[in-house]
């Protein structure tokens, strides 16, 4: 089993490993990248640098790996990765969607996805969040707070909508302090530990009866130790019990390898510790058991293409290698010290053995992409340098810091590529000003 490491871990010299590619790359006879059957750097000459490119079967392939055991009860996390393209191919693979937002609702409903497929989550929901969620036939909402039942019951009559508690469990999953969830000092959820939780399903069950059915909890991300999950299911478990509820959704949070070094446990492997952990606690047969997973389907998936445009070495100290993107494309270095590897696309399984720091074009010192990246020592400027498994959470927290444009998203399969979201052009940066 994988263990957590240190987010800031060294990229190795070796060539990148297999494991951080999606499915359907290879390298072609001169060792050039190729995706879903494209060659990427045909790719750049068509839709230009940086981009995000997507190999579709291996996203379908990770919906249907966690459909296979959950059905509908598998959701799929869509803030890690949106478009109504991704919406639509999960929704097609089986999987419910699960949004956190007003906004995701909407760009979800917009792919086509039927309402009563959606579940909507969120600490600080608006009424007209819950409204629109409600008219629109969303099939589950997971309360977080008190202020919320009172603004559900403002609204009265909730239709089609069934409603579940977001409980805190009180347990610390091993992984970065700012995407951790479930410990007691959270802002989200409630409190198993003080009694919150009991009193909240009480009122809620109260005012809305039998559609007050369910408990969620979901204790972090990127987590590659699955004891957690075992913990959150044990302690959860009576609360199922004295309630009645017909329904558990474990959450999200299992994590994938970003380095050459790392591994991490499959979907199946994660889905298997979860229905064991269940049947261990007691979970009675007729409670629906869900899961939510954002980066486990969509990571590995992606990749980032950029060109290089500067070298710079610094006599004493480093070389920086300085690429069309930055930041503004993939803040994860800068706000988890996340780790990752870069290699050349015209060159997958070549040796690495230039240290050189890889870094964005933002005006400031922290946009760095790779902190202590590794190069083939012919890298010249020019080069196409692609870092693996920023499916999740790169064009989904993506900016305009510096008005710098937002990337393509290209999708590929069967040797054809589609633009799924185009390149933000100077006119989008400038739309919202009269
Ligand atoms: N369900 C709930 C209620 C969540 O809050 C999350 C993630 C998920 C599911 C999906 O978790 P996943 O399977 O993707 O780990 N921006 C951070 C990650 C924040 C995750 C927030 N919640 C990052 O880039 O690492």
Redesign the pocket.
Known sequence: MAQVRDETGTPSEAGIGAHLLPLGAHADEEGRLVVGGVRVDDLAQEFGTPFFLYDEEHLRARCREIVAVFGRGAAF?S??FLTKAMARLAFEEGMTL?V?TGGELEVVLAAGVPGEHVIL?GNNKSVAELRRAVDTGVGRIVVDSFDEIDRLDAIGELGETRLSIRVNPGVEAHTHEF?R?GQEDSKFGLSLASGEADRAIEALQDRFGDIADGAHA?IG??ILELSGFDREIEIIAPFIGRHGLREFVV????GVAYLNDEFAPSLSHWAREIATACQRSGIDDRVAIGV?????IVATAGMTCYRIGTIKAIAGYRTYVAVDGGMSDNP?PVL?GSGYEAFLARSVHTRRPWPVRVVGKHCESGDVIVSDGRLPEDTVVGDLLVTPVTG??GFA?ASNYNRVPRPPVIFVANGAARVVVRRESIEDLLRLEP
């Open positions: 996390a803030k890690s699960d956190s989550h995407i969830t979901h991300s990127q959450g999200g949070g299992l939510e997973p954002g980066r486990a994860r988890y999740a959470y927290m």
